[in-house]
Protein backbone atom coordinates (compact mmCIF):
# COMPACT_ATOMS: atom_id res chain seq x y z
CA UNK A 1 0.00 0.00 0.00
CA UNK A 2 1.59 3.47 -1.13
CA UNK A 3 1.34 5.67 1.33
CA UNK A 4 3.61 8.42 -0.71
CA UNK A 5 3.06 11.22 -3.47
CA UNK A 6 4.35 8.81 -5.77
CA UNK A 7 1.47 6.61 -5.89
CA UNK A 8 0.69 4.31 -8.71
CA UNK A 9 -1.26 6.90 -11.41
CA UNK A 10 -5.11 6.21 -11.99
CA UNK A 11 -6.07 4.53 -15.05
CA UNK A 12 -7.82 7.27 -16.21
CA UNK A 13 -5.04 9.32 -16.68
CA UNK A 14 -2.89 6.64 -18.00
CA UNK A 15 -5.89 6.02 -20.61
CA UNK A 16 -5.75 9.24 -21.13
CA UNK A 17 -2.12 9.88 -21.99
CA UNK A 18 -1.90 6.67 -24.27
CA UNK A 19 -3.58 8.28 -26.93
CA UNK A 20 -0.64 10.97 -27.20
CA UNK A 21 1.71 8.38 -27.66
CA UNK A 22 0.71 7.13 -30.70
CA UNK A 23 -0.79 8.66 -33.95
CA UNK A 24 -3.53 11.44 -32.14
CA UNK A 25 -1.82 14.82 -31.63
CA UNK A 26 1.95 13.19 -31.80
CA UNK A 27 2.86 16.29 -33.89
CA UNK A 28 5.47 19.28 -33.05
CA UNK A 29 3.53 21.58 -31.34
CA UNK A 30 5.61 24.41 -32.36
CA UNK A 31 4.65 23.46 -36.47
CA UNK A 32 1.62 24.27 -38.39
CA UNK A 33 0.66 20.68 -40.24
CA UNK A 34 -1.86 19.15 -39.14
CA UNK A 35 -0.65 17.12 -36.14
CA UNK A 36 1.13 20.26 -34.69
CA UNK A 37 -2.13 22.44 -34.76
CA UNK A 38 -3.50 19.38 -33.11
CA UNK A 39 -0.76 18.68 -30.33
CA UNK A 40 -0.77 22.69 -29.44
CA UNK A 41 -4.79 22.56 -29.25
CA UNK A 42 -4.18 19.47 -26.48
CA UNK A 43 -1.87 22.06 -24.68
CA UNK A 44 -3.97 24.84 -25.08
CA UNK A 45 -7.00 22.97 -23.38
CA UNK A 46 -4.48 21.88 -20.72
CA UNK A 47 -3.47 25.76 -19.76
CA UNK A 48 -6.77 26.76 -19.69
CA UNK A 49 -7.67 23.50 -17.46
CA UNK A 50 -4.93 25.00 -14.75
CA UNK A 51 -6.01 28.16 -15.44
CA UNK A 52 -9.36 27.62 -13.94
CA UNK A 53 -8.28 25.92 -11.02
CA UNK A 54 -6.27 28.47 -9.55
CA UNK A 55 -8.21 31.21 -10.46
CA UNK A 56 -5.51 32.69 -13.09
CA UNK A 57 -6.78 35.27 -15.72
CA UNK A 58 -5.31 33.95 -19.15
CA UNK A 59 -4.16 30.34 -20.06
CA UNK A 60 -0.68 32.00 -21.28
CA UNK A 61 0.23 33.15 -17.72
CA UNK A 62 0.40 29.04 -17.25
CA UNK A 63 4.13 27.51 -18.47
CA UNK A 64 4.44 24.03 -18.74
CA UNK A 65 8.09 22.90 -17.11
CA UNK A 66 9.37 19.51 -16.46
CA UNK A 67 7.80 19.40 -12.78
CA UNK A 68 7.97 21.08 -9.54
CA UNK A 69 12.14 21.16 -9.41
CA UNK A 70 11.97 23.04 -12.37
CA UNK A 71 9.58 25.80 -11.63
CA UNK A 72 10.82 26.66 -8.88
CA UNK A 73 14.10 27.01 -10.35
CA UNK A 74 12.58 29.26 -12.94
CA UNK A 75 10.10 30.96 -10.73
CA UNK A 76 14.01 32.18 -8.74
CA UNK A 77 16.60 32.35 -11.11
CA UNK A 78 14.48 34.02 -14.02
CA UNK A 79 13.12 36.96 -11.69
CA UNK A 80 15.93 37.93 -9.71
CA UNK A 81 19.26 36.72 -12.53
CA UNK A 82 18.53 40.09 -14.02
CA UNK A 83 19.61 42.13 -10.53
CA UNK A 84 23.31 41.97 -9.41
CA UNK A 85 22.65 42.73 -5.93
CA UNK A 86 19.37 42.77 -3.56
CA UNK A 87 17.64 40.30 -0.86
CA UNK A 88 15.60 37.29 -1.11
CA UNK A 89 13.24 36.23 2.01
CA UNK A 90 12.10 32.58 2.23
CA UNK A 91 10.47 30.81 4.97
CA UNK A 92 12.50 28.33 6.89
CA UNK A 93 10.64 25.67 5.89
CA UNK A 94 10.66 26.20 1.81
CA UNK A 95 11.33 22.79 -0.08
CA UNK A 96 15.07 22.43 -1.39
CA UNK A 97 14.52 23.24 -4.66
CA UNK A 98 13.61 26.36 -3.37
CA UNK A 99 16.53 26.87 -0.69
CA UNK A 100 19.25 25.45 -3.93
CA UNK A 101 18.34 28.17 -5.83
CA UNK A 102 18.74 30.90 -3.13
CA UNK A 103 21.79 29.97 -2.31
CA UNK A 104 23.24 30.55 -5.75
CA UNK A 105 22.65 33.93 -5.08
CA UNK A 106 23.74 33.96 -1.70
CA UNK A 107 27.30 33.05 -3.61
CA UNK A 108 26.76 36.00 -5.52
CA UNK A 109 26.48 38.55 -2.46
CA UNK A 110 22.73 38.52 -2.00
CA UNK A 111 21.03 39.04 1.31
CA UNK A 112 19.18 36.01 2.05
CA UNK A 113 16.64 36.02 5.00
CA UNK A 114 15.38 32.81 6.31
CA UNK A 115 11.80 33.25 8.67
CA UNK A 116 11.79 31.92 11.53
CA UNK A 117 8.29 29.46 12.07
CA UNK A 118 6.70 28.33 15.35
CA UNK A 119 6.56 24.79 16.76
CA UNK A 120 3.61 24.06 13.78
CA UNK A 121 5.58 25.68 10.83
CA UNK A 122 3.73 28.72 10.67
CA UNK A 123 6.12 31.76 8.85
CA UNK A 124 6.12 34.90 11.59
CA UNK A 125 4.67 37.27 9.85
CA UNK A 126 5.99 40.20 11.72
CA UNK A 127 9.73 38.72 11.12
CA UNK A 128 8.13 38.11 7.41
CA UNK A 129 7.45 42.07 7.32
CA UNK A 130 10.50 43.26 9.10
CA UNK A 131 12.94 41.45 6.68
CA UNK A 132 11.21 43.10 3.72
CA UNK A 133 12.66 46.77 2.47
CA UNK A 134 13.22 48.23 -0.31
CA UNK A 135 16.42 45.97 -1.55
CA UNK A 136 13.84 42.99 -1.67
CA UNK A 137 13.98 41.56 -5.15
CA UNK A 138 11.82 38.28 -4.27
CA UNK A 139 9.82 36.84 -1.57
CA UNK A 140 8.82 32.73 -1.55
CA UNK A 141 6.68 31.37 0.76
CA UNK A 142 4.92 28.25 0.35
CA UNK A 143 1.06 27.63 0.38
CA UNK A 144 1.58 24.35 2.21
CA UNK A 145 4.69 23.16 3.37
CA UNK A 146 5.28 19.76 1.65
CA UNK A 147 6.50 17.73 4.65
CA UNK A 148 4.26 19.22 7.57
CA UNK A 149 1.63 20.14 5.75
CA UNK A 150 0.94 23.24 7.14
CA UNK A 151 -1.40 26.16 5.20
CA UNK A 152 0.42 29.15 5.25
CA UNK A 153 -1.85 32.66 6.19
CA UNK A 154 -0.30 33.52 2.80
CA UNK A 155 -2.94 36.47 1.98
CA UNK A 156 -1.87 37.96 4.53
CA UNK A 157 1.58 37.52 4.08
CA UNK A 158 1.38 38.62 0.55
CA UNK A 159 -0.44 42.00 1.70
CA UNK A 160 2.76 42.57 4.20
CA UNK A 161 5.25 42.06 1.60
CA UNK A 162 3.07 44.43 -0.99
CA UNK A 163 2.46 47.36 1.53
CA UNK A 164 6.87 47.54 2.46
CA UNK A 165 7.64 46.86 -1.45
CA UNK A 166 5.24 46.90 -3.95
CA UNK A 167 7.88 46.00 -6.69
CA UNK A 168 8.63 42.49 -4.60
CA UNK A 169 7.76 39.81 -6.83
CA UNK A 170 6.31 37.09 -4.40
CA UNK A 171 6.34 33.39 -4.96
CA UNK A 172 4.97 30.84 -3.75
CA UNK A 173 5.03 26.67 -4.26
CA UNK A 174 1.55 25.77 -3.91
CA UNK A 175 2.38 22.05 -5.27
CA UNK A 176 1.37 20.43 -2.20
CA UNK A 177 -1.82 22.73 -2.06
CA UNK A 178 -3.63 22.42 -5.65
CA UNK A 179 -5.89 19.69 -5.60
CA UNK A 180 -6.46 19.66 -1.66
CA UNK A 181 -7.26 22.97 -1.04
CA UNK A 182 -9.61 25.69 -2.84
CA UNK A 183 -7.19 29.35 -3.75
CA UNK A 184 -7.36 31.15 -6.38
CA UNK A 185 -3.73 32.92 -7.17
CA UNK A 186 -5.47 36.70 -8.05
CA UNK A 187 -6.87 36.64 -4.62
CA UNK A 188 -3.66 35.49 -2.82
CA UNK A 189 -1.68 38.25 -4.73
CA UNK A 190 1.36 36.20 -5.78
CA UNK A 191 3.00 36.90 -8.69
CA UNK A 192 4.57 33.51 -9.34
CA UNK A 193 3.32 30.26 -8.25
CA UNK A 194 4.28 26.36 -8.37
CA UNK A 195 2.42 23.30 -9.43
CA UNK A 196 3.01 19.74 -9.73
CA UNK A 197 1.48 16.77 -11.85
CA UNK A 198 2.76 13.68 -9.60
CA UNK A 199 1.16 15.30 -6.47
CA UNK A 200 -1.79 15.16 -7.77
CA UNK A 201 -1.18 11.73 -8.79
CA UNK A 202 -0.72 12.92 -12.43
CA UNK A 203 2.44 12.07 -14.76
CA UNK A 204 5.72 12.72 -12.98
CA UNK A 205 7.97 14.87 -15.26
CA UNK A 206 5.81 17.67 -15.75
CA UNK A 207 4.37 21.06 -13.85
CA UNK A 208 3.74 24.37 -14.03
CA UNK A 209 4.38 27.59 -13.31
CA UNK A 210 1.53 30.39 -12.72
CA UNK A 211 3.54 33.88 -14.34
CA UNK A 212 0.93 36.55 -13.26
CA UNK A 213 0.79 39.13 -16.69
CA UNK A 214 3.15 41.80 -16.55
CA UNK A 215 5.65 39.94 -14.17
CA UNK A 216 9.24 40.09 -15.43
CA UNK A 217 10.74 36.77 -15.81
CA UNK A 218 13.52 35.63 -17.84
CA UNK A 219 13.82 31.83 -19.26
CA UNK A 220 16.30 29.88 -17.72
CA UNK A 221 17.23 27.20 -20.44
CA UNK A 222 18.07 28.16 -24.02
CA UNK A 223 17.23 26.86 -27.54
CA UNK A 224 14.67 27.23 -29.73
CA UNK A 225 11.33 29.26 -29.12
CA UNK A 226 8.41 26.65 -28.42
CA UNK A 227 4.60 27.29 -27.76
CA UNK A 228 6.13 28.95 -24.04
CA UNK A 229 8.04 31.95 -24.10
CA UNK A 230 9.57 30.62 -20.76
CA UNK A 231 10.11 27.13 -21.95
CA UNK A 232 11.91 26.53 -25.19
CA UNK A 233 11.70 23.17 -26.82
CA UNK A 234 9.47 20.52 -27.91
CA UNK A 235 6.58 19.68 -24.93
CA UNK A 236 5.80 16.76 -23.72
CA UNK A 237 2.35 16.73 -24.85
CA UNK A 238 1.32 13.44 -23.60
CA UNK A 239 2.25 14.12 -20.33
CA UNK A 240 0.75 18.15 -20.34
CA UNK A 241 -2.50 15.68 -21.09
CA UNK A 242 -2.21 13.32 -18.42
CA UNK A 243 -1.45 16.66 -15.62
CA UNK A 244 -4.68 17.93 -17.26
CA UNK A 245 -6.48 14.80 -16.70
CA UNK A 246 -5.04 14.39 -13.15
CA UNK A 247 -6.14 17.96 -12.45
CA UNK A 248 -9.81 17.00 -13.52
CA UNK A 249 -9.91 14.26 -11.53
CA UNK A 250 -8.34 15.99 -8.48
CA UNK A 251 -11.33 18.90 -8.73
CA UNK A 252 -14.14 16.43 -9.66
CA UNK A 253 -16.61 15.74 -6.28
CA UNK A 254 -13.96 18.08 -4.76
CA UNK A 255 -15.11 18.84 -1.04
CA UNK A 256 -16.32 15.46 -0.47
CA UNK A 257 -13.03 13.82 -1.41
CA UNK A 258 -11.18 16.20 0.46
CA UNK A 259 -13.75 15.45 3.41
CA UNK A 260 -12.33 11.77 2.73
CA UNK A 261 -9.07 12.19 2.91
CA UNK A 262 -9.31 14.92 5.92
CA UNK A 263 -11.45 11.97 8.08
CA UNK A 264 -8.34 9.31 6.90
CA UNK A 265 -5.47 11.84 8.04
CA UNK A 266 -7.23 12.37 11.33
CA UNK A 267 -7.32 8.33 11.51
CA UNK A 268 -4.39 7.71 10.71
CA UNK A 269 -2.73 10.32 13.19
CA UNK A 270 -5.05 9.04 16.20
CA UNK A 271 -4.03 5.71 15.15
CA UNK A 272 -0.23 5.96 15.49
CA UNK A 273 -0.86 8.48 18.44
CA UNK A 274 -1.71 6.08 20.40
CA UNK A 275 1.27 4.67 20.59
CA UNK A 276 4.03 5.50 22.99
CA UNK A 277 6.51 8.13 22.38
CA UNK A 278 5.72 9.22 18.94
CA UNK A 279 5.14 13.08 18.43
CA UNK A 280 2.71 14.87 15.64
CA UNK A 281 4.75 17.61 13.32
CA UNK A 282 2.74 19.97 12.37
CA UNK A 283 -0.93 21.77 13.16
CA UNK A 284 -3.65 19.63 13.92
CA UNK A 285 -7.72 20.58 12.14
CA UNK A 286 -8.51 22.59 8.96
CA UNK A 287 -4.87 24.72 9.50
CA UNK A 288 -3.36 21.40 8.23
CA UNK A 289 -3.03 19.95 4.22
CA UNK A 290 -6.04 17.47 4.13
CA UNK A 291 -3.79 14.55 2.94
CA UNK A 292 -0.63 14.84 5.35
CA UNK A 293 0.53 12.91 8.35
CA UNK A 294 4.00 13.36 9.93
CA UNK A 295 4.50 11.52 12.88
CA UNK A 296 7.92 11.04 14.62
CA UNK A 297 8.86 7.92 16.30
CA UNK A 298 11.20 8.17 18.90
CA UNK A 299 13.97 5.66 19.83
CA UNK A 300 13.67 4.20 16.02
CA UNK A 301 15.48 5.34 12.95
CA UNK A 302 12.95 6.53 10.24
CA UNK A 303 15.25 5.09 7.45
CA UNK A 304 14.65 1.87 9.10
CA UNK A 305 10.90 2.18 9.68
CA UNK A 306 10.69 2.81 6.20
CA UNK A 307 12.40 -0.64 4.97
CA UNK A 308 10.90 -2.46 7.95
CA UNK A 309 7.32 -1.33 6.87
CA UNK A 310 7.82 -2.16 3.39
CA UNK A 311 8.87 -5.70 3.96
CA UNK A 312 5.40 -6.08 5.34
CA UNK A 313 3.77 -3.95 1.81
CA UNK A 314 3.52 -0.54 2.85
CA UNK A 315 5.65 2.11 1.67
CA UNK A 316 6.20 5.63 3.15
CA UNK A 317 8.76 8.42 3.26
CA UNK A 318 11.37 9.02 5.74
CA UNK A 319 11.47 12.73 6.86
CA UNK A 320 11.68 14.87 3.69
CA UNK A 321 11.67 12.51 0.22
CA UNK A 322 14.01 14.97 -0.69
CA UNK A 323 16.81 14.54 1.77
CA UNK A 324 16.13 10.76 2.64
CA UNK A 325 19.41 9.47 1.10
CA UNK A 326 21.36 11.81 2.58
CA UNK A 327 21.11 10.87 6.40
CA UNK A 328 20.42 14.35 7.46
CA UNK A 329 17.69 15.33 9.57
CA UNK A 330 14.72 17.27 7.50
CA UNK A 331 15.49 21.46 8.06
CA UNK A 332 11.67 21.30 7.96
CA UNK A 333 11.23 19.83 11.32
CA UNK A 334 14.42 21.37 12.79
CA UNK A 335 13.17 25.00 11.99
CA UNK A 336 9.72 23.43 13.56
CA UNK A 337 12.26 22.76 17.19
CA UNK A 338 12.53 19.19 16.85
CA UNK A 339 15.85 17.06 18.84
CA UNK A 340 17.89 15.27 16.25
CA UNK A 341 16.14 12.09 17.47
CA UNK A 342 12.87 13.04 16.93
CA UNK A 343 14.01 14.66 13.13
CA UNK A 344 15.54 11.39 12.60
CA UNK A 345 12.78 9.40 13.21
CA UNK A 346 9.88 11.01 11.36
CA UNK A 347 7.47 9.44 8.84
CA UNK A 348 5.91 11.27 6.28
CA UNK A 349 2.74 9.81 4.89
CA UNK A 350 0.11 11.05 2.54
CA UNK A 351 -3.38 9.95 1.71
CA UNK A 352 -5.45 10.09 -0.59
CA UNK A 353 -8.94 9.63 -1.97
CA UNK A 354 -8.39 6.35 -3.32
CA UNK A 355 -7.68 4.97 -0.04
CA UNK A 356 -10.46 3.26 2.68
CA UNK A 357 -10.73 3.34 6.13
CA UNK A 358 -9.91 -0.37 6.27
CA UNK A 359 -6.49 0.66 4.28
CA UNK A 360 -5.48 2.76 6.81
CA UNK A 361 -6.67 0.27 9.55
CA UNK A 362 -4.46 -1.69 8.61
CA UNK A 363 -1.02 0.48 8.09
CA UNK A 364 -1.91 1.06 11.72
CA UNK A 365 -1.78 -2.27 12.97
CA UNK A 366 1.28 -2.81 10.46
CA UNK A 367 3.40 -0.12 12.16
CA UNK A 368 3.26 -1.36 16.07
CA UNK A 369 4.93 -4.62 15.26
CA UNK A 370 7.34 -2.66 13.20
CA UNK A 371 8.14 -0.38 15.56
CA UNK A 372 8.36 -2.20 18.90
CA UNK A 373 11.10 -4.37 16.52
CA UNK A 374 13.36 -1.56 15.83
CA UNK A 375 12.94 -0.19 19.26
CA UNK A 376 13.86 -3.51 20.85
CA UNK A 377 17.21 -3.50 19.21
CA UNK A 378 18.34 -0.33 21.03
CA UNK A 379 17.96 -1.09 24.48
CA UNK A 380 20.05 2.02 25.73
CA UNK A 381 17.29 3.97 24.97
CA UNK A 382 15.50 3.15 27.49
CA UNK A 383 12.74 1.08 25.96
Not at 153 to 176: F, G, M, Q, W, Y
Not at 205 to 217: D, F, H, S
Not at 271 to 278: A, E
Not at 288 to 306: I, K, M, Q, Y
Request: include cysteine; glycine fraction near 8%; hydrophobic fraction near 40%.
Amino acid sequence: MDLENSAPTPQEVMDEMARFFTSEAFGNPTLTHKQGWAAYEQIMKAADTVKRFIGASSPEEVCFTTGEVEANNLAILGSVGEFKGGKIVVSAVEPLSVMFAIEMFEKRGFKVLKVPVDGEGFVNIERLSEAVDEETRLVSVGLVNNEVGTIQPLREAVELVKDKNHDAIVHTDASDAYGRIRFNVKELGVDLATLSSYKILGPRGVGTLYVREGTKVERIIEGPIGTQALWPGVENTPLIVGFKRASELAFTSFESNVEHMRSLRDLLTDGLLGMRDTILNGPRGNRRAPDNVNVSFLHCEGESLTIELSLRGIYVSSGSACTRRLLQPSHVLIALGREYEAAHGSILMKVSRYHSVEDIRHVVEAFKPAVERLRAMRPAAGV
